[in-house]
């Protein structure tokens, strides 16, 4: 046959049968195996007279027939073991999600990589620390420690004015509050918003007292003097305001007292609105309190934390948002207190190793020290210890201190580095002290209290903030929707849990996603997920800091072992949530707490959801196990696991122990994890094959393929059937499989470039000295009775996989590289040209004419050309 004839027009249909039969018969590689065709069996030149030669024709036709059925059923057994794992779950044709899986993994494994493993701080290192005049006292700036009602002394107004950062939008803050006399001031915990507060009510008090003294407002001394100048005014300048008094026990204060007429006195109010029993204050309220204030000449701040409770005060006249200061201006701003303070005491000198070329006795200078401290803020492992995005002021001012602390050889490496992970441990401890206390007070009815019940009934509502900071932590990455159904559903365990009696309810419409964020450090981005095998927009929300979400598992699973059971149920279910985004990244959350406590996991999470029908959970259970054995602790005793299981498990076991084995952390090499994987397959007639094979090609994404394609091929030569059968099936399971299924390589390696890449030809292209073990191999299945068709099929996939579908190019270059070693002979090339032409004929779906002449050309080796394909094209 010309070579126009093997890619050109389409043949004769009744061409095409007789050759394909002839094809199956004469490629035939397998000694057990039958004829792949019928043969002549249709040739019987018998007169209709002759019985005998009627009844073997018969025969023969009915032997034709059952071994058709025996290859269907081949055929079938072989589709059957190369289906998606999951298939269980979402259906014969339900689109995989092994790829989204596995996108989701590599995802969240990043945020448990950053070398802390989940470090617990010893706060006895450095807890006691003195530099000089510097503290380290770790609690000592600590959010949340209170606030004193009554003066604010004038040190700590004069300390404010020198160290205070203004935030974007102070002025105008302050403008609203000179020209209204009120201002609610909405910020989160923690951001500097008693330090704004205060800062605030100093300038408008100064400017008011310098007004009526005639005095410049910069002058302290003319300021002090203004404020207690011979007893005129006794009162002092700045007040904090107890908040159980209220706003109205304020207005009620100021009203007919001594003190309208006066000269520019504040006061600050921090009132707990959105916690229960405490709504925030009305527009009549605040009113009447502003025009109080301005017959008494004075100025108030009411500092409320963001949120649903607060938005009400925002759309008011007084409300306005108080931003965070930026991190570089404020650690650059209480560093340069650190050191000023220091070098004024006298202390001065310079640190061990820092030196930039000036003399060993000369003085270091503030300019000097700072950017010291600035460069050694930036190295990399100072910035990972911290582990925070944005720091608060409390936390720039620790930080500062462990950074003037090292510079000036007062505390060593290990300790700053210490101290740095202690940022975000402190944030954790914060978030989680605490939270259920009034519900473990005795339950009291009160006016306010429409239940009955007392506190309890508000279970939901204390929760629920706590529950979407562990959701975060879990969940980081993914959804806000999915993070926050989660929360919800931890909300109602952690409420049954603490409360029993009552059914846990929260209000439908007060939840505020932006307020979430900002209360729980965390950020809100555009993105997208995976939905059914295509990419869609999202709204993806994580914490702001690589440390938070493990030091947030660690508090609560260490520090809080009520909380575990819950958490445990929470967990089981999100381990049936059908999203890859939600289970998969929980499947790893739930290894790193393993960790924590591995016998409680093994007991609670590990063994149940192994054992479990579901292969979801199963694949949870695994891929937990995997994320144990990624520290060094833990690698042996999950080895032993996964060891014993793949010996003497259970049939779920065994599956759970094949799926662990193919992140290949579960055994000590490769050879020892084909091994087990192989022992798995060929067990009980080979009912695993499935997922033997799925994992088995997993390993192929790994440096050491080689090892891996050795083993396959070995496996296909063996004597026993079972292991025969193991062979072919991954080698189908290796062609019909896409690089994203199995990836678990990072972003940028040559494989991830090829993601949407059917696994063999992008090894062919990316590994060249891997061509001669995968040709090898589909040739073997190619030739192979019960594998044929589905191998067929196979490559008929790999070979429309040359080009997109809007005719850019896509997986050419590996199929130049395999088809030649694949199609080396004559009879793979007739195999290959009816493959070929019964594309081209395929009614739903032919094959163009040219690309098929391409695909025709890259299998012929140059020294087997006749330039034909010079004048094709």
Sequence with gaps: MSDEERAGAAPEPGAMDDRAVDSGKGNSGDGSGGSSGSGSSNNSDAGPADSESADAAAEAAERDQERERERAHAAGRFREHTRDPLAEDQGEDGSTDLAAASRARRSTRKVYNTGRDLTTFD??????????????????????????TGPVPEDELRRIRRIHVEPKGYVQLRDALSTRRLLVLVAAPGTGRTSTALSLLDEVTRLAAADAANAAP?????????????????RPRVSRVNPVDGVRKLRAELTGSDLRGGTGSGYLLKLPVGQPGSPPPDTLDLD???????????????????????????????????PP?????????????????????????A?????????????????DLLRRAEKLAERQDVKDAVGLADLRPAEA??????????????????ELLAGCRSLAAGQAREWFAGVDRALAAPATSGPDDSSGGGARPRAATLFHPVAFRIALAVLGGASHSAVAS?????????????????????????DDPDADALLSRAELTEGRIEVAGAEVPARLIRYRGSALPAVVLSEVWDQHFPVRAPLVRWLRLLADDPRPQVWMRAAVATGELCVRDFDHGYAELIRPLAEAATPRRRIYAATTLDQAAGHATHRKAVRKLVDDWSRYGTKPLRWTAAMALGYGNAAASTDDTLAALARIGVRDKGDQLAIVSLNVVRLLTRPDSATVLRAMAGWTHHRQ????DLGLVTTVRFATTAVAEVLDDEPGSALSERADWPLPLALAATRPDLVPSIADLLWTALNTPRSQDVAMEALAALLRSAVRRDGTRWTRPGLAALLPALMSEDHDRRRLDWLLRRMMDDPDNPLPDAQARTLWWLAVPPRDRTGEEDRNG
């Design 397 to 414: 001012e620790l930080l500062a201190s462990l950074l003037a602390g090292h510079l000036l050889a007062a505390i060593s490496e290990d």
């Design 351 to 367: 640190p061990d190793g820092t030196s930039d070329g000036t003399p060993d006795d000369a003085p270091a200078t503030v300019v």
């Design 325 to 349: 200061v930026p991190t570089s201006e404020l650690l650059a701003t209480r560093l340069r207190e650190r050191l000023e303070d220091h070098l004024a005491s006298g202390r001065s000198h």
């Design 123 to 148: 706060r006895t290192l450095i807890g006691n620390a003195h530099i000089g005049d510097i503290n380290l006292r770790l609690d000592g700036h600590r959010a949340g420690t209170g606030m004193r």
């Design 721 to 724: 059937e079972t292991h025969q």
């Design 486 to 510: 989660a929360a919800h559903l931890l909300t109602w365990e952690l409420s049954v849990q603490s409360d029993p009696d009552h059914t846990p309810a929260r209000p439908l419409f007060c």
């Design 288 to 322: 009447g309190l502003a025009a109080e204030l301005a017959g008494c000449r004075a100025f108030a701040v009411i500092v409320v934390t963001a949120g649903a409770a607060a938005n009400p005060l925002l759309a008011g006249r007084y409300g306005m948002l108080c």
């Design 218 to 234: 910069d002058d302290d001394a003319a300021d002090d003097a203004a404020t207690a100048d011979s007893g005129a005014d006794p």
